[in-house]
């Protein structure tokens, strides 16, 4: 079945381990996003990729890294996780990016808590 | 800045209609998106407009007034599982997705 997969769906992790969400799609999508979901907040940018080789930061980066090597692939990285990084973590992609019709397509999403 | 606005929550009863309002303050727009959010699920695109009117998809409809910055979601007929979150988001001057945090709507039989 074409989509993302997300792992792992759900974690808890002491502050200050190193933690990396996976990501996966199959839909040759140029474009793929990491977001976070907090309670009363919209969906948050954490860092973004137009095509494999790129990335790029979003409105949340700090404490996130990113890597891109190939189409399919979109791992987030926590190098030191602190308490505030608990969130349900959703990975996205898009044909493209830079057009309006922007669809998105999420995966079921990673809930991370930092003790 | 940008700003996104929509209701926190909405209740509305079981074969009823309903419509959720979003106002944007963006730099720029390049289209408006609604997306529906099941409780722990992740977000799927329900519409998308870019052009100033009303675009029908079955029991959903998406109204759209760029001079008013201003958008609806209208759902008829509503049914229990229609009981979700209700995204709106822009796109703005730098093909950036701006989202607001969401109207949970209620559905009472």
């Known amino acids: 079945i074409a989509g993302i997969t997300q792992a792992p769906t759900s974690q808890i992790l002491a502050a200050g381990r190193r933690m990396t969400l996976r990501c996966t799609q199959d839909m040759r999508h140029n474009a793929m996003y990491w977001y976070r979901q907090d309670l009363g907040l919209g969906l948050r940018l954490i860092h973004y990729?137009?095509?494999?080789?790129?990335?790029g930061k979003g409105e949340v980066p700090d404490g996130y890294s990113v890597s891109r090597a190939n189409t399919d692939d979109f791992p987030l990285t926590l190098a030191s996780a602190v308490p505030s990084q608990t969130s349900v973590y959703f990975c996205?992609?898009?044909?493209?990016?830079?057009?309006?019709?922007?669809?998105?397509?999420f995966g079921a999403g990673s809930r991370l808590t930092v003790l | 800045g940008q700003n996104i606005d929509q209701p926190t929550e909405m209740t509305a009863t079981e074969g009823a209609i309903v419509q959720i309002n979003c106002t944007y303050q963006?730099?720029?727009?390049?289209?408006l998106f609604w997306y529906q959010q099941h409780a722990g699920e992740a977000p799927t695109f329900l519409s998308y407009n870019v052009l100033d009117g009303l675009e029908e998809k079955g029991r959903f409809s998406s109204f759209l007034s760029r001079s008013k910055g201003y958008s609806y979601l209208l759902l008829k007929e509503l049914q229990m599982k229609d009981s979700a979150s209700y995204l709106c988001?822009?796109?703005?001057?730098?093909?950036?997705?701006?989202w607001g945090a969401g109207t949970k709507l209620i559905i009472k039989p």
């Open positions: 990729s137009n095509t494999a080789g790129t990335t």
């Open positions: 996205a992609s898009s044909v493209g990016r830079g057009s309006g019709a922007n669809v998105l397509t």
């Open positions: 963006t730099s720029g727009f390049n289209g």
């Open positions: 988001a822009v796109t703005d001057s730098n093909y950036q997705l701006i």
